[in-house]
């Protein structure tokens, strides 16, 4: 290294984002993911082992990825070397793999590889990686915010261990924000700023757990805002949303306006109209909702709501619902999207959900009656003796499969608890049922 390349990279630890200042250098920095580096997980014994394997990091974007990896760097008795799969290809590889070979063979020390976006490697690149992460002689880390599973070569894969990072919580994110503001050697306390409780609250809940939007526009908002009268830089409300470019909605998930708003987008879907549906899902998803919430939702007004009138509406929310888990957003915004439109705009029957809390009412207000003895079961032993399922009538046997006989318990017979509508496909089912009972009498 020439002194222009030192005073280069020196300049550059001063003058890089506030995000990357802030990156932690050892493990006791790191904000969240307790669940795989509190001090009784694998991972953190590894990294302070200095015994790692060859690990891919998983989760969206700002959640410490890289920055687990600096840790590692700075832990870690091998040679660390890094590169990014967006900007770098086998020639940049090779180069690390020759230099890996030489320092275990010469010093018998290990070469960790960190490759940032490793998913945007195509499979060649990934193959290459293989015999060289099999023999040891590089210990492989990946970081990728794409499901690892899809996208990462399954043999490279079976050689890692994985590890999902969760979007940071409110809390973490609130921590690293004032951590960036006090912080004198690393963040902005020479500025002598001071981010207001409002302004916190907000950045950490619209930040959707990513740290580095959050650090970013609490690094501008000190940048560009002029100092008060009392001397100091003050973040307000108003200075962190045009930071981040996002208005606050007033929307508290623990308060009456959370539900308010909940309750208008069940009552818009329910009432068929798309527009006021979708309006909701927007609001809820740009006040930071949980989307797997919000798909729950969908699934309970598909079955409340349009019932039979249309069967597909729940597989659709359904299929919303895990689709959403295993694409996250911001695409899950589409798949929550069709879900509402096709829910709101479904004929409409809740004859499905009054049969349950109607049947359920029946059992509070009369006596638990024995189940017909033709009904019970006649497989277990002495159950023929006692005449169970005697005089049964197998449905399959007759026309239209179907045969006249009592289900219910006695004395229960002229209940009804499922009334099919006229509205959707509920219309053939009551046609139906009304066919079968004329067609025997």
Partial sequence: MDLFEYVRQQNGKKE????????????????????????????????????????????PPGTGKTSLAK??????????????????GKKEMEEVVAEAKNNQGMYGKKTILFIDEIHRFHKGQQDYLLPFVEDGTLVLIGATTENPYFEV??????????FELKALTGEDIKTLLLRAVKDEEKGMGAYHAVIEE?????????????????????????LTTPRSEDGYIHVTLAVAQECIQKRAVRYDKSGDNHYDTVSAFIKSMRGSDPDAAVYYLARMLYAGEDIRFIARRIM??????????????LTVAVSAAQAVERIGLP?????LSQAVTYVACAPKSNAACNAIFQAEEALKHTVTMPIPVHLQDSHY?????????????????YPNHYVRQQYLPDGMQSSHFYEPTENGYEKQIGEWLNYLHKSIE
């Fill in 16 to 59: 890089s984002p506030l995000a990357s200042r802030l990156r932690p250098r050892t493990l006791d920095e790191v904000v969240g993911q307790k669940h795989i580096i509190g001090k009784d997980k694998l991972l953190y014994r590894a990294i302070m082992a200095d015994k790692l394997s060859s690990i891919i990091f998983y989760g």
């Fill in 71 to 88: 840790v590692i760097a700075n832990t870690t008795s091998a040679e660390f070397k890094q590169i990014n799969a967006t900007s770098s």
């Fill in 153 to 162: 070569n399954g043999a490279l894969l079976s050689r890692s261990i994985i």
């Fill in 198 to 222: 409002d302004a916190l609250e907000f950045l950490a809940d619209v930040s959707n757990g990513d740290a580095r939007a959050a650090l970013t526009a609490v690094e501008l908002g000190v």
């Fill in 300 to 313: 309970i007004c598909a079955a409340e709501d349009v019932g039979n009138a249309d069967p597909n509406a």
């Fill in 331 to 335: 695409e899950a915004k589409i798949i």
């Fill in 381 to 397: 032993k002495s159950a023929a003796k006692l005449g169970h399922g005697l005089g049964y009538k197998y449905a399959h046997e």
